[in-house]
C-alpha cells in the first residue's frame, strides 16, 4: 500500500490552508493533497465539519466508536491527505497563529461568508500583506459581491436558483433536483481550475491572486442549449426525464432482478437496425414508421414500450455488453457496491486501498478520474484525526517553543477535541433497508472486494 512519491509531482513542495468545511472546497484540499501539495486542514475547536458528524452519512462499519468524528466515511474521502490543526479564530492568538501559517504557504482556502473572513481581519488584503504570492480561494453560494452576496446557500437550493431543475425532472411534474449537492462538486473542480490557472500566473509573475468563486454562476455553464434558445425566441425545452430530445430510443430500461435498469441510446438510424435485429424485429428495419430518427420522434411511446418489454426479462449487464459489441452505447445502472467491484475501475486503480489506523484498517478509497503517466498522484495518507498535528506544526513548521504550545492549549486556542461534537450514534440498519435508503449490508464486504483481513488483494 506504501507509495514512494516519483520526482516531480506537480504541487510537490507547496503548502495549502484550508479553513473549509462540508463538500466543495475541502474536496478542493484532498486532490491537492493527491497531486503532492501538504495540506493543512484548520478546524475550529467550537464547529465540527459536518462532514466529521452522522450527518452526512453512517460512520465506517457503523460503528461511531470512542471518537465518532474520526470515523466518517465521507470526511476521510474528501480531507484524506491532509493534516489536522485545530485553531480558534475566534481568539486574536490564533488568528495569530494564521497569519503565521500564511506567510509559510502557497494557498488558503476558506467557504464562510463574505462578511467573517473580515471581521477576523483575514481577508486576501490584509493576508496578502503577509503573503505578496499568496493565492487565495473564496468559495460562496453567491459571491463575495453583489446584492445576494450575504444570503445563505447549500446544494439543494442552488440547483434551483441556478436554473438546472427547470429542466431536469418528467413530463407534467414538477423541477426535480439532479443530485446530492450536486453544485458542490461542480464548484470544486472549477475551483481547481481556477487554482492551476493562478498558479501558472504566480510561477511568472511572484504575485499572488484572490480567486473570489461564486458557486451560483457555474450552474448557468449547464444549461446553454436553453439560453441561447431563450436568445433566439425559441421554445423552452420541456423536461423529458432520463430521454433525449432527438434520439429515440434514449432512456433507461427496468431489466431483470430488483430494481435493475439498463440505460441505451440509439443515435442514428444505423443503430436503429442493429438494435431491432437484436430484439428480433427485423421488418421495421424497413419499416417507414420508424427506420428515421425524425420518424421515430413521432412515435416515441411506443417504442419506448417495445423496447421495455424486450429488456424486462434481460440481465443488465449481460445485456449492456451485447449491445456495446453492435456499437449501441449502453450500460447498466450502477450502485456504489457495484462500483466498487467494477473490474474495469480496478484495472484502472481508482479505488485505492488506504491503510488507516486500528481498529479500522485498510480500506478503498476514490481516486481521481484520470493518470499521470509521469507522476505518480497517489492518496497520500487517510483523514486526519481531529487535531492530530497540532504539536507537529506548531512545533516543526512554526519553530514554537514548548512553552508557548502549551500556553496556547491552555488558552484553548488549540484543542485535541471538539467542544461541541453533536451526537454519535449507528445507522438504524433494518429501518433504512425497509424505507430503501441502503438497499442492501454485505457483512462479508471485505472478501467480496477481494481482500483479506489485512487488507491486502488476494
Known sequence: MSHQ???GLPLAGMRVLDLSYVFAVPYMGGLLSDLGAEVIKIEAPH?????RGRAFGPYIDNDPGEKGWNRSGIFQVLNRGKQS?????????GREVLRELVAKSDIVLENFTPRVMRKWNCHYE???KVNPALIMLSNTGYGGTGPWSAFPSQGTTLEATMGITQYSGYRGDKPWKVGQSYPDFLACWTGLNALFAALVACRESGKGQHIDLGMYQVGAALIPEPMLMHQL?????????????????DNLYRASGVDNWLAL??????QWASLVRLMGRPELVEDARFAHESARRERRDAINAMVAEWVREQDAQT???????????????????????????????????????APIGVRPLVGRPYRLRNRDAHIKKPAPGFGADNQRILADTLGYTRERIDALQSEGVIRDEPLNPGRCGSLDLETALRLGTIVAVDPDYYSKLGLDPQGERK
Do not use: M, Y
Not at 85 to 93: K, M, N, R, S, Y
Not at 233 to 249: D, K, S
Not at 265 to 270: C, G, I, K, L
Open 5 to 7: 512519491d516519483k520526482a
Open 47 to 51: 464547529r465540527l465539519d459536518q462532514t
Open 85 to 93: 490543526l485545530v485553531l480558534d479564530l475566534g481568539q486574536e492568538a
Open 126 to 128: 490584509e493576508l496578502c
Open 233 to 249: 425566441g425559441q421554445p423552452e425545452p420541456e423536461r423529458i426525464g432520463n430521454e433525449h430530445p432527438e434520439h429515440v430510443p
Open 265 to 270: 441510446s440509439v443515435t442514428d438510424d444505423a
Open 319 to 357: 445485456l449492456a455488453t451485447l449491445l456495446q459489441t453492435h456499437g449501441i452505447a449502453a450500460g447498466p445502472v450502477l450502485n456504489s457496491r457495484d462500483l466498487l467491484l467494477d473490474p474495469h475501475l480496478r484495472q484502472r486503480g481508482f479505488h485505492e486501498l488506504v491503510a488507516h489506523p
